[in-house]
């Protein structure tokens, strides 16, 4: 499922492991004809969450309307919003008796509010059908929207992620239809308006450490409690190249620095993505 296009250092070998919990959550994701990230995104991690019965779920479907050099995901035109997706969705999050739940989308620039809806309407099913589940979502920027932002923070999930990605340098090369600032944006009104905030940094992508260093001090400016800093891998021949590996002391370095800024939490490693074991360290 995974392919890697380069020889990869020791610390990024992975263990393929299907045990029966994989398989289960495998079985329910069809049988409710869910997507999740984990497998439209390629991640090295889905045998490790998945046999800790974790799994981030995608919701809006399977098609984004940008398209993120880094990312695996399809792109084009996205299919049509499918209205019983959240209750299919709590379905899972019940039957699979999840305690954290993971929520990401595409980016749906089609839709008037962005997706924002969708978001909102699970959030709420499944905080009714599953009341001691902690909520956390991955939003996409809503292009800016506040209404479609203001939608989802009303709605009062947990944890509020968007991911800054990666440095403001190569946004135009990597991340074309982001913008920095108003991702940045995005997480300062959650924060402002009282929500725990999280962000993701792929390194990797042909930044430098002060570069690295920068976006942080971006994020802990905005009150960004949560923070995770992982190796960029290419999912596949068409994504951009993987310029260098990190290597895990250089983790441990950016955790260090991290700390040292005060952020509530980081997670830094070579296999680290956003919601890798956030269920163990949600504050
Ligand atoms: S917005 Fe970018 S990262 Fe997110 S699903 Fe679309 S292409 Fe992938």
């Given at each position: 499922m995974v392919a890697h296009h380069h020889r990869l250092p020791p610390w990024l070998k992975i263990r393929i492991d299907h045990g029966d919990n994989f398989f289960e959550v495998k079985r329910v994701n069809s049988r409710l004809e869910l997507n999740t990230v984990c497998k439209s995104a390629r991640c090295p991690n889905i045998w490790e969450?998945?046999?800790?019965?974790?799994?981030?779920?995608?919701?809006?479907?399977?098609?984004?309307?940008?398209?993120?050099?880094?990312?695996?995901?399809?792109?084009?035109?996205?299919?049509?919003?499918?209205?019983?997706?959240?209750?299919?969705?709590?379905?899972?999050?019940?039957?699979?008796?999840l305690r954290h739940v993971v929520i990401t989308s595409v980016t749906r620039d089609d839709l008037e509010d962005g997706g924002a809806g969708i978001f909102v309407d699970t959030i709420s099913i499944i905080r009714e059908k599953s009341p001691l589940s902690t909520i956390e979502v991955l939003i996409p920027d809503f292009n800016g929207s506040e209404k479609g932002l203001g939608m989802v923070i009303k709605a009062s999930p947990h944890i509020i992620g968007h991911n800054i990605e990666t440095v403001p340098r190569l946004y135009h090369e990597i991340r074309p239809q982001g913008v920095y600032k108003r991702s940045i944006k995005v997480l300062k009104m959650a924060n402002d308006l009282g929500r725990v905030t999280k962000s993701g940094l792929m390194v990797g992508l042909g930044e430098d450490i002060n570069e690295v260093i920068d976006v942080m001090f971006d994020l802990k400016e905005i009150g960004c409690d949560i923070l995770t800093?992982?190796?960029?891998?290419?999912?596949?021949?068409?994504?951009?190249?993987?310029?260098?590996?990190?290597?895990?002391?250089?983790?441990?370095?950016?955790?260090?620095?991290?700390?040292?800024?005060?952020?509530?939490?980081?997670?830094?490693g070579p296999l680290v993505r956003s919601s890798y074991y956030a269920d163990v360290y949600y504050p």
């Open positions: 969450c998945w046999n800790r019965k974790r799994a981030t779920f995608m919701i809006l479907g399977n098609i984004c309307t940008r398209a993120c050099r880094f990312c695996a995901v399809k792109k084009g035109q996205p299919t049509k919003v499918d209205m019983k997706e959240p209750e299919r969705i709590a379905d899972a999050v019940k039957t699979l008796g800093v992982g190796q960029y891998l290419m999912p596949e021949r068409r994504n951009a190249p993987v310029i260098r590996f990190y290597t895990p002391e250089e983790f441990t370095m950016i955790r260090l620095k991290g700390n040292e800024m005060g952020f509530g939490h980081i997670e830094a």
